[in-house]
């Protein structure tokens, strides 16, 4: 088993930047591709960016790009999200998600771990 925890959320104004971090634990392997998802209420859970096992790979959803880096640790077992210029639209939970087979996927149905989620919310 894998245990995911994440953590960085808050509330921030318009413009604002946030970073959050997930820290993996338990049965971890450098080779899982990790994930962030959000969900907002009354949402379906949206994929935002992944990252491979090297880090030589990245993949970001067109709401994000540009705005969103996703980055990883593998000495630390941790993946951050680094979200600058957040907009109302960006409020949501977000989720830390973790791939053993090592694929880069925007569905969630590829991740088989799953971290409990930190509610960022962005005000107008």
């Known amino acids: 088993q894998v245990q995911l925890v994440e953590s960085g959320g808050g509330l921030v104004q318009t413009g604002a930047s946030l970073r959050l971090s997930c820290a993996a634990s338990?049965?971890?392997?450098?080779?899982?591709?990790m994930g962030w998802f959000r969900q907002a209420p009354g949402e379906e859970r949206e994929f935002v960016a992944a990252?491979?096992?090297?880090?030589?790979?990245?993949y970001d959803s067109d709401s994000v790009k540009g705005r969103f880096t996703i980055s990883r640790d593998n000495a630390k077992n941790t993946v951050d999200l680094q979200m600058n210029s957040l907009e109302p639209e960006d409020t949501a939970v977000y989720y830390c998600?973790?791939?053993?087979?090592?694929?880069?996927?925007?569905?969630?149905?590829?991740?088989?771990?799953w971290g409990q989620g930190t509610q960022v919310t962005v005000s107008s």
């Open positions: 998600a973790a791939d053993s087979l090592g694929l880069l996927s925007e569905l969630a149905s590829a991740y088989n771990y």
């Open positions: 338990g049965h971890t392997s450098i080779y899982y591709t």
């Open positions: 990252i491979t096992w090297s880090g030589s790979s990245t």
